[in-house]
């Protein structure tokens, strides 16, 4: 065990001990003594401490100190009633701060009382219960802060994580201070009441057993009480005002003492005004003179010398600028920063900047979280940080969106209108201002927020500007999401499944295939639309196949096979017939006796004419399915699928190309169409 933790376990138990066995006086005061030294270290830490966090165990620290405190009042009283001899400590504390009467003494209690239950702890109460309600209430706008800082670049995901434990560190603080709080007004008035009986039962005790007068009991036993309440109340008061100070610290990060001076005699104006009324006050009327005017010529002194500091380090912070702008100047640019290249970006003209503006009621910023989080689940990959910035050389309704640096894809909107879209069904038109919606060109009206209701109504599909842009942000990268997986990428997902599979991982990376041949099988999934979020049932494949083949286009096959569960959900409706594209077996013959096989990988050399056949038949079947409104799926063999696809993925970036092996046995399948040659 370490020593702090002795030291605390020896603190508890001492105070669990002192309930129950009498200790003598000697001990007392020592135990008294140690009392009012913790009370003093919790006062001077509350108050130079920076930061509340940094005393996260403030309300445990209450509560100890509160059940030490009561133990000793209990060994106080129990030394009371029996000797009268309560020890040297507590006999000063009676004598010395009452007076030597009883009832000094009384007063003094009673008003240190006062103080504690109607000045601090009922402020240090209600300050608790304010900031515990308003820090939980802040909660989800700080978590969305931290997201939109995020979002745009401005931190890390580390500080993020950082940023997110201290919200909820804050909150649970705030909330166990309005608790603790408690603890204090409750010792409080324990000490009251244990004054009380301590005074009637001393009395009694004096009188019916030590034989004194009543007069003489009461003094006696009434300073020895007194004594004891002040070196309860005392350590209490300190305790409670530490409190206080805690709950009301309002600087985090400054040091409190600077910032308490400086605040109170930081403008000379207030110092030459107090400076000048007390010396009025000390000439021109019956106040003693002599007190009131050196008063007030210090306070005009003390005016002067902060004057002239300001006026020193306003000389000094213009220097300082001048001199930080020459050296700008002077020093070559820093060329470093330039060659950064952000993954995605949407640049936006200025008529789009109140979507992303939070203060306008702009929402764009919280959607592009939900396009990450929304990525993360649909495809098991982090998309990387999506930079948003203003570009005033765009027209003000103009946005683009970059991969890496390069344009792919542009739109415009118009502010203050929606998008409306008829599904196909809808025959009664609405006026509005022809255009077609970015991510899939489909023919669209601009309408006024007066049409918005109308449109609905009739069957229109009626979309916001905001929802329009984060659509189409969606599909680009989604489109793209495949060369944004970087082999960084691909070591954090596989950390992540290193905590719970370390022997999987073992076995696979580095001894059967590299993090490159892993990140390039990932990409020809996600490259196809296939999620990658079961990394375990991935990495299982892997490392059985592994072994026979580090092609990574075969191992993809491989993998796509594990996986049919998933595809086969993503692309065949359950209880219901899919109609899809079969090929002719002597296409599949034909493709497979014009692959070859290289170092590099395979590759195909399809004679051109046939390859134009091949093309122009799946169009043919495509459009087919395309017009009976059906998505367009191609069925293959095994052997085939991953030939057939490179050969059409530059004509039809959309078609769907699926093996026999990856259906699972209860789909329903209707062929419609045969590809030929």
Same mark, same amino acid.
């Given at each position: @065990?370490?020593?702090?933790?002795?030291?605390?376990?020896?603190?508890?138990?001492?105070?669990?001990?002192?309930?129950?066995?009498?200790?003598?006086?000697?001990?007392?005061?020592?135990?008294?003594?140690?009392?009012?030294?913790?009370?003093?270290?919790?006062?001077?830490?509350?108050?130079? =401490?920076?930061?509340?966090?940094?005393?996260?165990?403030?309300?445990?620290?209450?509560?100890? &100190?509160?059940?030490?405190?009561?133990?000793?009042?209990?060994?106080?009283?129990?030394?009371?009633?029996? &000797?009268? %001899?309560?020890?040297?400590?507590?006999?000063?504390?009676?004598?010395?701060?009452?007076?030597?009467?009883?009832?000094?003494?009384?007063?003094?209690?009673?008003?240190?009382? #006062?103080?504690?239950?109607?000045?601090?702890?009922?402020?240090?109460?209600?300050?608790?219960?304010?900031?515990?309600?308003?820090?939980?209430?802040?909660?989800?706008?700080?978590? @969305?802060?931290?997201?939109?800082?995020?979002?745009?670049?401005?931190?890390?995901?580390?500080?993020?994580? +950082?940023?997110?434990?201290?919200?909820?560190? $804050?909150?649970?603080?705030?909330?166990?201070?309005?608790?603790?709080?408690?603890?204090?007004?409750?010792?409080?008035?324990?000490?009251?009441?244990?004054?009380?009986?301590?005074?009637?039962?001393?009395?009694?005790?004096?009188?019916?057993?030590?034989?004194?007068?009543?007069?003489?009991?009461?003094?006696?036993?009434?300073?020895?009480? @007194?004594? !004891?309440?002040?070196?309860?109340?005392?350590?209490?008061?300190?305790?409670?005002?530490?409190?206080?100070?805690?709950?009301?610290?309002?600087?985090?990060?400054?040091?409190?003492?600077?910032?308490?001076?400086?605040?109170?005699?930081?403008?000379?104006?207030?110092?030459?005004?107090?400076?000048?009324?007390?010396?009025?006050?000390?000439?021109?009327?019956?106040?003693?003179?002599?007190?009131?005017?050196?008063?007030?010529?210090?306070?005009?002194?003390?005016?002067?010398?902060?004057?002239?500091?300001?006026?020193?380090?306003?000389? +000094?912070?213009?220097?300082?600028?001048?001199?930080?702008?020459?050296?700008?100047?002077?020093?070559?640019?820093?060329?470093?920063?330039?060659?950064?290249?952000?993954?995605?970006?949407?640049?936006?003209?200025?008529?789009?900047?109140?979507?992303?503006?939070?203060?306008?009621?702009?929402?764009?910023?919280?959607?592009?979280?939900?396009?990450?989080?929304?990525?993360?689940?649909?495809?098991?990959?982090?998309?990387?940080?999506?930079?948003?910035? !203003?570009?005033?050389?765009?027209?003000?309704?103009?946005?683009?969106?970059?991969?890496?640096?390069?344009?792919? &894809? +542009?739109?415009?909107?118009?502010? !203050?209108?929606?998008?409306?879209?008829?599904?196909?069904?809808v025959e009664e038109e609405i006026t509005g #201002?022809?255009?077609?919606?970015?991510?899939?060109?489909?023919?669209?009206?601009?309408?006024?927020?007066? %049409?918005?209701?109308?449109? $609905?109504?009739?069957?229109?599909?009626?979309?916001?500007?905001?929802?329009?842009?984060?659509?189409?942000?969606?599909?680009?990268?989604?489109?793209?999401?495949?060369?944004?997986?970087?082999?960084?990428?691909?070591?954090?997902? =596989?950390?992540?499944?290193?905590?719970?599979?370390?022997?999987?991982?073992?076995?696979?990376?580095?001894?059967?295939?590299?993090l490159g041949e892993v990140q390039k099988v990932?990409?020809?999934?996600?490259? +196809?639309?296939?999620?990658?979020?079961?990394?375990?049932?991935?990495?299982?494949?892997?490392? !059985?196949?592994?072994?026979?083949?580090?092609?990574?286009?075969?191992?993809?096959?491989?993998?796509?096979?594990?996986?049919?569960?998933?595809?086969?959900?993503?692309?065949?409706?359950?209880?219901?017939? &899919?109609?899809?594209i079969t090929l002719d077996p002597r296409v599949?013959?034909?493709?497979?006796?014009?692959?070859?096989?290289?170092?590099?990988?395979?590759?195909?050399?399809?004679?051109? *004419?046939?390859?134009?056949?091949?093309?122009?038949?799946? $169009?043919?079947?495509?459009?087919?399915?395309?017009?009976?409104?059906?998505?367009?799926?191609?069925?293959?063999?095994?052997?085939?699928? @991953?030939?057939?696809?490179?050969?059409?993925? *530059?004509?039809?970036?959309?078609?769907? /190309?699926?093996?026999?092996?990856?259906?699972?046995?209860?789909?329903?399948?209707?062929?419609?169409?045969? /590809?030929?040659?």
């Amino acid at each position: @065990m370490k020593k702090a933790d002795v030291g605390v376990a020896l603190y508890i138990l001492a105070a669990v001990i002192f309930l129950i066995v009498p200790m003598n006086s000697t001990l007392l005061d020592v135990m008294l003594a140690l009392n009012i030294s913790l009370a003093l270290i919790v006062l001077f830490n509350t108050l130079f =401490v920076k930061e509340v966090l940094d005393m996260s165990f403030f309300p445990t620290l209450l509560l100890f &100190t509160t059940i030490f405190r009561i133990a000793l009042n209990v060994s106080s009283t129990r030394l009371i009633l029996t &000797t009268g %001899q309560p020890g040297n400590v507590v006999e000063t504390f009676g004598n010395f701060v009452g007076g030597g009467d009883m009832i000094v003494g009384a007063v003094v209690f009673i008003i240190l009382i #006062i103080i504690q239950f109607v000045v601090i702890n009922k402020g240090s109460e209600r300050v608790a219960e304010v900031s515990a309600r308003f820090t939980l209430d802040a909660m989800p706008g700080k978590q @969305m802060a931290i997201d939109a800082d995020l979002n745009t670049g401005a931190i890390t995901e580390a500080q993020a994580r +950082e940023r997110r434990n201290k919200i909820q560190e $804050e909150a649970s603080f705030f909330g166990s201070m309005d608790g603790a709080t408690k603890y204090v007004k409750g010792d409080a008035t324990a000490g009251l009441i244990i004054t009380f009986v301590n005074l009637i039962g001393g009395t009694a005790m004096g009188v019916i057993r030590g034989g004194m007068e009543f007069g003489e009991a009461i003094q006696r036993y009434g300073l020895l009480t @007194m004594g !004891d309440g002040l070196c309860s109340q005392i350590p209490s008061l300190l305790i409670s005002l530490a409190t206080g100070i805690l709950v009301t610290k309002a600087s985090k990060d400054a040091d409190f003492s600077n910032i308490l001076v400086g605040q109170l005699f930081g403008i000379p104006k207030v110092l030459y005004l107090v400076g000048g009324s007390l010396i009025f006050l000390g000439i021109f009327t019956p106040l003693e003179w002599f007190l009131f005017v050196p008063f007030g010529a210090a306070f005009i002194a003390a005016g002067k010398m902060v004057d002239k500091n300001i006026g020193i380090e306003s000389i +000094e912070e213009e220097v300082s600028m001048a001199e930080n702008e020459a050296e700008e100047i002077r020093k070559p640019e820093n060329v470093v920063s330039l060659l950064q290249v952000d993954p995605i970006e949407l640049e936006f003209g200025y008529g789009i900047i109140p979507l992303a503006d939070v203060n306008q009621g702009g929402d764009l910023l919280d959607r592009v979280v939900m396009i990450r989080r929304q990525i993360a689940l649909e495809l098991g990959t982090v998309v990387p940080i999506i930079r948003l910035r !203003d570009n005033i050389q765009l027209n003000p309704n103009q946005y683009i969106i970059k991969i890496k640096g390069i344009q792919v &894809t +542009e739109g415009e909107i118009l502010f !203050d209108h929606y998008m409306a879209m008829n599904p196909g069904y809808v025959e009664e038109e609405i006026t509005g #201002i022809p255009t077609f919606e970015p991510s899939f060109h489909l023919p669209a009206m601009w309408i006024t927020e007066s %049409q918005r209701e109308r449109a $609905e109504s009739l069957g229109y599909t009626v979309v916001d500007p905001p929802s329009i842009i984060a659509t189409h942000l969606t599909e680009i990268i989604r489109s793209h999401i495949a060369e944004l997986l970087t082999r960084q990428d691909v070591q954090n997902l =596989v950390n992540n499944l290193k905590e719970s599979n370390p022997v999987l991982v073992e076995e696979l990376i580095p001894k059967q295939l590299g993090l490159g041949e892993v990140q390039k099988v990932l990409q020809n999934l996600l490259n +196809e639309g296939i999620s990658i979020r079961d990394l375990l049932s991935i990495f299982e494949t892997l490392a !059985d196949h592994a072994a026979t083949t580090r092609d990574t286009d075969v191992l993809t096959e491989y993998v796509r096979q594990s996986l049919k569960r998933a595809i086969s959900s993503k692309y065949f409706p359950a209880n219901e017939t &899919t109609s899809v594209i079969t090929l002719d077996p002597r296409v599949e013959q034909d493709i497979m006796s014009s692959v070859k096989q290289t170092e590099q990988g395979a590759y195909l050399t399809l004679d051109p *004419e046939k390859t134009k056949t091949i093309i122009s038949s799946v $169009e043919e079947e495509v459009s087919k399915l395309e017009n009976m409104g059906k998505s367009a799926i191609v069925i293959t063999s095994p052997i085939v699928r @991953m030939y057939f696809k490179k050969l059409t993925e *530059e004509y039809f970036k959309d078609l769907i /190309v699926v093996s026999y092996n990856e259906v699972e046995s209860n789909v329903e399948l209707q062929s419609v169409g045969m /590809v030929t040659a």
